[in-house]
C-alpha cells in the first residue's frame, strides 16, 4: 500500500522512531541507559513502538524499509543512549516503565499533520425527519450546504477533488467535498450551489443505478465530469463487499470503474466503499484495479501518514450547523 507522501511519510516514520528511541516524554536526561540500569527498557520500549505503529497505522509502517535508524532498537542496545552518558539517579520501576512504554505508543498514534478534511455529503434535499428518519439522516438542505461552503470559505478552507489529494495537493486548510451515490439532486441542487461558490467536489457514482428514478443520468454525469468536477466509483449496486466473494466485489468494483470510464472518457482514480463496508479483499482490488483513494465512512480526517485506501470522512449530518463544521474540520 502507498501512503499520500511515501517520502514525507518515511522521514516522519523515521523520525518518530528516533524520538521515541530516546524518549519524548521525559527526554534523554530522564532516562536510564540500558547499560546503566541493566534493564532493556529502551529496547522493549522500541518494540512495544514498533507493534503500536504496525497497530495504528499498518500501510506506512510496511512502507518503511527497515533502515539502521528503525531497527537499531531492536538489535543493539549501545543505539539506544541517552546521549548524556551519566548514569541515572532515579531507578525506574517496572509501573514507571509501563507508564513510560505507554506514553510513547500514545505519541506514536497520535496522527500524522492532516493533508484534508474530506467531507461526506449524500442527498441535497428536504426530507420530513417523522416520515423518513433514515432518509432525513443523509440529506442536508440546499441552504444547508450553501451556508457550509459559505462558512468554510470564510473560515480560509478551499476546496479540492479526491484525485487532487491523491497528487499531494492537499493541505490542512483544503477540504474534499464528497457526495456519495449519484443522486439526481447532487446534479440539480449540489451542483449549482457549487458554481457559486467556484468550488469543486468528487461524485461517487453507483453505475448501475445511473438513469433510475432519484439518480443522475449519464448525462448529467458527463456535464459534471466536463465542468471539472471529479467522478468516482461507488461499485455496480452498492452491495455490502466485505460479505462478497473476491470474484463478485471485482465485478462491482471493476465493473463501475469500466461502465463510467466508458460513459465520461477518462480514467477513474477514487473509490469509495458502499456503506464503508470492505475487507482484506477489497483493499487489494481497488488497488489491482488501479484506484489511487477509497474513502470510508471511518470519521476524521486525512494525514500524510493516512492510508489512502482507508480514509476517513467527515460525515455532515442534517443537524450540523455550519458554524460547528467549521469547528469540527479546525480540531
Ligand atoms: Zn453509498
Known amino acids: 500500500m502507498r501512503s499520500f507522501h511515501p517520502e514525507t511519510g518515511l522521514i516522519c516514520g523515521v523520525y518518530i522512531a528516533l524520538i521515541v528511541a530516546v524518549g519524548w516524554q521525559g527526554w534523554p536526561s530522564r532516562l536510564p541507559t540500558p547499560k546503566n540500569s541493566g534493564r532493556p527498557i529502551s529496547v522493549q520500549s522500541?518494540?512495544?513502538?514498533?507493534?503500536?505503529?504496525?497497530?495504528?497505522?499498518?500501510?506506512?509502517?510496511?512502507?518503511?524499509?527497515?533502515?539502521?535508524?528503525?531497527?537499531?532498537?531492536?538489535?543493539?542496545?549501545?543505539?539506544?543512549?541517552?546521549?548524556?552518558?551519566?548514569?541515572?539517579?532515579?531507578?525506574?520501576?517496572?509501573?514507571?516503565?509501563q507508564l513510560l512504554q505507554n506514553?510513547?505508543?500514545?505519541?506514536?498514534?497520535?496522527p500524522t499533520p492532516v493533508t484534508a478534511h474530506i467531507l461526506m455529503y449524500h442527498y441535497v434535499r428536504v426530507v420530513d425527519?417523522?416520515?423518513?428518519?433514515?432518509?432525513?439522516?443523509?440529506?442536508?438542505?440546499?441552504?444547508?450546504?450553501?451556508?457550509?461552503?459559505?462558512?468554510?470559505?470564510?473560515?480560509?478552507?478551499?476546496?479540492?477533488?479526491?484525485?487532487?489529494?491523491?497528487?499531494?495537493?492537499?493541505?490542512?486548510?483544503?477540504?474534499?467535498?464528497?457526495?456519495?451515490?449519484?443522486?439526481?439532486?447532487a446534479y440539480t441542487t449540489a451542483y449549482p450551489i457549487l458554481v457559486?461558490?467556484?468550488?469543486?467536489?468528487?461524485?461517487?457514482?453507483?453505475?448501475?443505478?445511473?438513469?433510475?428514478?432519484?439518480?443522475?443520468?449519464?448525462?448529467?454525469?458527463?456535464?459534471?465530469h466536463r465542468r471539472g468536477f471529479e467522478i468516482g466509483a461507488h461499485t455496480l449496486h452498492h452491495p455490502d463487499l466485505s460479505r462478497l466473494t473476491t470474484a463478485a466485489q471485482q465485478k462491482e468494483i471493476e465493473?463501475?470503474?469500466l461502465a463510467i470510464e466508458a460513459q465520461i472518457g477518462a480514467p477513474l482514480v477514487s473509490f469509495c466503499y458502499p456503506a464503508g463496508r470492505f475487507n482484506a479483499d477489497t483493499l487489494h482490488l481497488v488497488q489491482e484495479d488501479g484506484f489511487l483513494t477509497a474513502t470510508t465512512t471511518e470519521p476524521g480526517a486525512a494525514h500524510a501518514g493516512s492510508d489512502p485506501y482507508l480514509l476517513p470522512r467527515v460525515r455532515v449530518s442534517p443537524t450540523v450547523t455550519p458554524t460547528e463544521l467549521v469547528r469540527e474540520v479546525r480540531s
Open 129 to 185: 425527519p417523522k416520515l423518513d428518519p433514515e432518509g432525513y439522516r443523509l440529506s442536508v438542505t440546499a441552504s444547508q450546504l450553501d451556508n457550509d461552503l459559505t462558512a468554510l470559505q470564510a473560515a480560509g478552507y478551499s476546496f479540492i477533488t479526491m484525485a487532487d489529494l491523491a497528487a499531494g495537493r492537499g493541505s490542512p486548510k483544503k477540504i474534499a467535498v464528497t457526495f456519495d451515490d449519484g443522486y439526481a439532486d
Open 103 to 110: 506514553q510513547r505508543i500514545a505519541e506514536l498514534r497520535k
Open 196 to 224: 457559486k461558490h467556484r468550488a469543486t467536489a468528487t461524485f461517487f457514482i453507483i453505475s448501475g443505478k445511473v438513469g433510475q428514478p432519484a439518480y443522475m443520468s449519464w448525462d448529467e454525469i458527463r456535464t459534471l
Open 46 to 97: 522500541a518494540q512495544m513502538a514498533a507493534h503500536a505503529a504496525a497497530i495504528s497505522e499498518p500501510a506506512s509502517v510496511s512502507d518503511l524499509e527497515p533502515t539502521p535508524e528503525l531497527t537499531f532498537g531492536l538489535e543493539s542496545t549501545p543505539a539506544l543512549s541517552t546521549g548524556t552518558g551519566k548514569p541515572s539517579s532515579r531507578p525506574v520501576t517496572t509501573s514507571a516503565a
Open 255 to 257: 465493473g463501475s470503474k
